[in-house]
């Protein structure tokens, strides 16, 4: 049985949700605050509506993840210093451990998922899935 893409990248992202959920909670986080911490890593300290347009998620539903990573210590938020109305996020020391340790994880999957592709297939299908992403109007930092 041939399969379309959107069954196979549905069940991909399932197995990999799979796979790498006992590992989140050995680190303490749940599913979607990685991507969070992503940010933070990558952004450096930022309000509270740069992290939801950064992840994709609506700036509701994010006041409630960051209220769970602050309260577990992954992240802190205080006033900001050019704004008063609105508030800085920047990641903590334990936020920044367990990130690394959550891309560690998440490189020992993709070797193992892509283990018999060579440098170029692996940079094609990188080159694809980018693609294919920006074209539903996702996008990527």
């Known amino acids: 049985m041939e399969y379309a893409v959107h069954v196979l990248l549905a069940r991909t992202t399932h197995a990999v949700q799979n796979h790498l959920r006992p590992h989140l909670s050995k680190l303490g986080l749940s599913l979607g605050q990685p991507k969070i911490l992503r940010c933070l890593v990558h952004l450096g300290p930022c309000s509270q509506r740069m992290l939801?347009?950064?992840?994709?998620?609506?700036?509701?539903?994010?006041?409630?993840?960051?209220?769970?990573?602050?309260?577990?210590?992954?992240?802190?938020?205080?006033?900001?210093?050019?704004d008063r109305r609105t508030g800085e996020v920047s990641i903590t020391d334990k936020g920044r451990e367990a990130f690394a340790a959550w891309e560690d994880q998440c490189q020992t999957l993709e070797d193992q998922m892509l283990h018999d592709f060579s440098p170029e297939?692996?940079?094609?299908?990188?080159?694809?899935?980018?693609?294919?992403y920006r074209n539903v109007g996702g996008r990527l930092l």
């Open 52 to 82: 939801a347009d950064c992840c994709e998620v609506d700036p509701s539903a994010i006041c409630r993840i960051l209220d769970t990573l602050e309260r577990d210590g992954f992240l802190t938020r205080r006033p900001s210093q050019t």
């Open 121 to 132: 297939e692996r940079a094609q299908l990188r080159d694809f899935l980018t693609r294919a």
